[in-house]
């Protein structure tokens, strides 16, 4: 019987179905051990060994594991592993043109969030030499609320400060991963109104705030700093009677506008 006859009667076996249940083995080894990261695993011969399957399979469920920051392969050591860290892995997905309009919204609402959700930790943790700091990045701050929009480099050195001093390396490293998202967010249209410049809290204003150790009024100051983008979300949508969420902001009658 030739190979195309035998093809038609026996159907072929799903390779990927095995690097995925080699990948699952894998990962319920990895957790009855009781493996921790810098543990190294055995290797790639002897897992092969182990579960009767070929090196290449075993090397491709590897591969999965590494691009999911699971294990790394280290010079002498072999494999170990790893604690993944949690925004390089959504950073590989976090690119903003392929992102739907529905993503890069909750993006641009996730960072307002945290923003002023972070006010707590800021004011506690925030050393003098922090402040000095701040005071020394927003010195030349200019009134313009619109100046400090467009300068997004100073946008991201003030703001950055204040993810470093909350010491949560996990929260900064999702700053690096939402501004991006958030400028684009901003940047393309999406979320786009305009609204006139009435009243703003500038950073220096948030740092005097800072500097008196005041967590409510920081949290409170961060919250209009940001209002203008709030009001972006807010904002009734065309046609409707609701806003775009069905949501309404309690803070839409003081004319307050900021861009920032
Ligand atoms: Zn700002």
Redesign the pocket.
């Known amino acids: 019987m030739n190979t195309e006859d035998l093809k038609s009667l026996i159907p072929a076996v799903d390779t990927r179905s095995l690097v995925d249940r080699v990948e699952m083995n894998l990962m319920d080894f990895f957790i009855k051990r009781n493996l921790k990261p810098g543990d190294p695993i055995p290797k790639e011969i002897e897992l092969s060994a182990a579960m009767g399957v070929s090196r290449t399979v075993i090397r491709e469920s590897l591969n999965r594991l590494k691009t999911m920051g699971l294990v790394e392969a280290k010079k002498h050591r072999g494999t170990i592993i790893k604690s993944p860290d949690i925004a390089e892995i959504l950073q590989k997905s976090m690119i903003p043109r392929i992102l739907n309009e529905t993503t890069l919204r909750d993006v641009f609402e996730m960072r307002l969030i945290l923003e002023v959700g972070m006010a707590d930790l800021v004011v506690s943790r925030a050393s003098d030499q922090d402040i000095e700091e701040l005071f020394e990045i927003v010195k030349d701050e200019s009134l313009q609320s619109a100046d400090?929009l467009f300068d997004v480099d100073y946008?991201i050195r003030?703001?950055g400060k204040l993810y470093e001093i909350t010491g949560n390396e996990t929260l900064k490293s999702f700053q690096g991963l939402l501004l991006p998202i958030f400028n684009y967010a901003y940047s393309s249209g999406l979320i786009n109104k305009h609204f006139e410049n009435k009243h703003y809290v500038s950073?220096k204003e948030l740092v005097e705030t800072l500097r008196h150790r005041d967590a409510d009024k920081f949290r409170n100051d961060m919250r209009w700093?940001?209002e203008n983008h709030f009001r972006r979300i807010m904002v009734k949508a065309e046609g409707s009677s609701e806003n775009g969420y069905g949501i309404k902001s309690s803070f839409n009658s003081s004319g307050r506008n900021?861009l920032?």
């Open positions: 400090t946008e003030f703001h950073h700093h940001l900021s920032s």
